[in-house]
């Protein structure tokens, strides 16, 4: 996504789409009322009575007023209320606006909420930095890249090293496929960082067997415990992982729903589920609130969504921060299944 223009002062943004995940961050931000304006096509009929017709596509720019916002994948569809007078479109009448990957968009709120300013800016900043990740252990080799909310599994690589006080144990030459896997990625990918993960002295011991300077300048060395992709999870919660993605969103998330969870397990400070939550906002408690898009989507189409807004609304002005956490990753799912909405108090409420 490319910006045109941004005045939050006025409450204006203008855009230019350039891929599908532009399409998916801009139905997280388009509300019910929120102004849109962009470019749309009118039919129009040449040819009179007993000539063939022909129907031909004029390109029109309308204004809507948001009343739904349809994400396909492949098309964004904005309907509402037309604003502006167009010839032969008038004011007041239903229309749409359909945006794809390659539309200019305007978009007009009354107020920019935090996590939609969030939202934006990642979706302009998207697939600057990409992360391989590789988890290690000594029978298994498991990749993964970062993908804006969330990764995406790639490969894994099943062998065995040898025990440190055992040389007859090694078969395979399990360090140099795991050394051949992770050049061809960083070939294929070019990811920003590689970060490498495992119990034990594993990874220490494939990063002295690496040759390749160059590559090895992109390697951050990180431990886990866990197997499978759970050790994807903790690698990216470690502290040396941290120091490198903190600026990316799925980590963030990650220790968000993590904190959240934490304080579930501890009995502190905490709360879920909307009249709960809300409960809290009003009386100033809620320090950190998340929300997962499932739940967004859901007051959308239940016509609820006002009464959201004005819970992410009074959070704000209560000085307390508003996420909007991805459902089709772990902590979305984590989030989703304790109702998608919970909140950090700053202090324990007794109900």
């Known amino acids: ?92 009448s239903y229309h749409a606006i359909n945006v794809d990957t390659n539309s200019i968009i305007e978009i007009t709120k009354r107020r920019w909420l935090s996590f939609q300013r969030e939202k934006l800016d990642k979706a302009l900043s998207q697939n600057k930095n990409k992360f391989l990740i590789v988890s290690l252990d000594r029978e298994k080799a498991i990749f993964a890249v970062t993908k804006d909310d969330d990764y995406q599994l790639l490969v894994e690589l099943n062998g065995e090293v040898q025990k440190k006080d055992d040389k007859a144990s090694y078969t395979g030459d399990f360090y140099k496929d795991t050394i051949k896997q ?33 590559l090895k300048k992109k390697i951050v060395l990180t431990t886990c415990f866990s197997h499978g992709k759970n050790s994807i999870n903790e690698i990216l919660k470690g502290k040396e992982t941290q120091e490198v993605l903190k600026q990316e969103f799925l980590v963030k998330e990650l220790h968000l729903v993590s904190e959240f969870l934490e304080k579930i397990s501890r009995n502190e400070n905490y709360a879920y589920g909307f009249s709960e939550v809300n409960e809290c ?71």
């Open 1 to 92: 996504m490319k910006k045109i223009s941004i005045n939050y002062q006025k409450g204006t943004v203008k855009i230019h789409t350039e891929n599908k995940d532009d399409l998916w961050y801009l139905s997280q931000i388009i509300d019910q009322n929120d102004l849109v304006k962009g470019k749309t096509y009118r039919k129009i009929k040449l040819g009179g009575d007993g000539d063939k017709v022909n129907i031909i596509k004029k390109p029109v720019t309308l204004e809507i007023s948001t009343e739904k916002v349809d994400f396909n994948e492949d098309s964004l569809r904005v309907n509402g209320k037309v604003q502006n007078d167009v010839e032969d479109i008038p004011k007041g």
């Open 182 to 214: 992770i050049q061809e990625y960083n070939e294929r990918i070019k990811p920003t960082n590689i970060i490498i993960g495992s119990p034990a002295f594993w990874k220490d011991d494939l990063y002295k067997k690496i040759t390749d300077e160059s």
């Open 281 to 351: 906002a009003n009386l100033g408690a809620v320090k950190t609130l998340l929300i997962s898009d499932n739940t967004i989507k859901e007051f959308r189409e239940t016509g609820r969504f006002e009464e959201l807004e004005f819970l992410m609304n009074l959070v704000e002005e209560m000085n307390g921060e508003v996420h909007v956490i991805n459902s089709n990753n772990d902590a979305g799912r984590k989030l989703d299944g304790l109702t998608g909405i919970g909140a950090i108090l700053r202090y324990k409420i007794n109900y």
